[in-house]
Nanobody
Framework: QVQLVESGGGLVQAGGSLTLSCAAS????????MGWYRQAPGKQRELVAA???????TYADSVEGRFTASRDSAKSTAYLQMNSLSPDDTAVYFC????????WGQGTQVTVSS
């Protein structure tokens, strides 16, 4: 079973920045995809960003241009740099790794105050 350990969440004011990290217990360059979902209270979980095996990255329209997903294969770690945060970005952020199944991190809370 893949272990994913997230860090970097917290409380930030609108317009601020945060960087999330997700450390995996496997070699991430070989996975199908790795990235982040988020779930706000009362809402469905939504895809935020995904890094494909090829290195191509896709983003939700709502975060395009503000968030940047990256990976360091040597460290088996993915990152989500979040800039220009707004209260609408408040959610629990979940890291995922796609192998033959979807593997999930424990989630980290991001709260953006207005």
């Amino acid at each position: 079973q893949v272990q994913l350990v997230e860090s970097g969440g917290g409380l930030v004011q609108a317009g601020g920045s945060l960087t999330l990290s997700c450390a995996a217990s496997i070699y991430i360059a070989s996975v199908n995809a790795m990235g982040w979902y988020r779930q706000a209270p009362g809402k469905q979980r939504e895809l935020v960003a995904a890094i494909m095996r090829s290195g191509t990255t896709t983003y939700a329209d709502s975060v395009e241009g503000r968030f940047t997903a990256s990976r360091d294969s040597a460290k088996s770690t993915a990152y989500l740099q979040m800039n220009s945060l707004s209260p609408d970005d408040t959610a629990v952020y979940f890291c995922f790794v796609s192998t033959n199944i979807l593997n999930w991190g424990q989630g980290t809370q991001v709260t953006v105050s207005s």
